[in-house]
């Protein structure tokens, strides 16, 4: 059963910093990863996906990696924002067809 | 192009009743899921509907169902409901089915049993 871990689960920075969340699965058999974020009381917008056979994705000042083999992927923030303050959440879409989350990084920017 | 809609946004039931909520995909999209989450189990996927078919299910009880119209709209069914009910649903549609593509949320229906 696909296990999928976030951490830290929670993060305060100040604006300006570059910053790395992680998530790491424990099934490596995987079509893709996908990272999310939700702000409070909200439905999730998508900001990345990263297919199996991709190592990264880039949007904007958002880079994602995957490394499947060790069941792990990065998401890089540049220059953050307090406008990047939310939860962020990495989704696994395993190959037995069940999409798994993690429990989520709750980010906080400082003006 | 209008995002992913649920209605109604809020709901209260009492324990034992039934609930049906409501999913409108992107247009074009022909796959929607459904998702509960909760602040003690997070996100859970509940299932998939694609061109009407459930294509996948996560691990919830008979209670939770679900269908899908030919336009794509989807309902879901929570019968017989328990206090552990009370949660934020969230649907997502896809233009294919989510295992390929990515997927879009709408706001989430939350609802609270009493």
């Known amino acids: 059963k696909q296990e999928v871990t976030q951490i830290p689960a929670a993060l305060s920075v100040p604006e300006g910093e570059n910053l790395v969340l992680n998530c790491s699965f424990t099934d490596s058999a995987i079509y893709n990863l996908q990272w999310f974020r939700q702000d409070p009381g909200k439905g999730l917008t998508s900001l990345l996906l990263?297919?199996?056979?991709?190592r990264e994705q880039t949007s904007g000042r958002l880079n994602a990696s995957l490394d499947k083999s060790s069941g792990r992927s990065t998401l890089y923030i540049a220059a953050s924002q307090p406008g990047d303050s939310a939860t962020y959440l990495c989704?696994?879409?395993?190959?037995?067809?069940?999409?798994?989350f993690g429990a989520g990084t709750r980010l906080t920017v400082k003006p | 192009k209008a995002g992913v809609t649920q209605t109604p946004r809020y709901l209260i039931k009492t324990r034992g009743q039934q609930v049906t909520l409501s999913c409108s995909p992107i247009s074009g999209h022909r796959s929607v899921s459904w998702y509960q989450q909760t602040p003690g189990q997070g996100l859970q996927f509940l299932f998939e509907?694609?061109?009407?078919?459930?294509?996948n299910k996560g691990n919830f009880p008979g209670r939770f169902s679900g269908r899908q119209f030919s336009n794509s709209r989807s309902e879901m069914n929570v019968s017989t409901l328990e206090l552990g009910d009370s949660a934020l649903y969230l649907c997502?549609?896809?233009?294919?089915?989510?295992?390929?593509?990515?997927?879009?949320f709408g706001p989430g229906t939350r609802l609270t049993v009493t």
């Open positions: 990263i297919q199996s056979s991709q």
């Open positions: 997502a549609s896809s233009r294919d089915s989510w295992g390929d593509d990515e997927q879009y």
């Open positions: 509907y694609f061109s009407e078919t459930q294509r």
């Open positions: 989704a696994v879409n395993g190959e037995d067809n069940d999409m798994r």
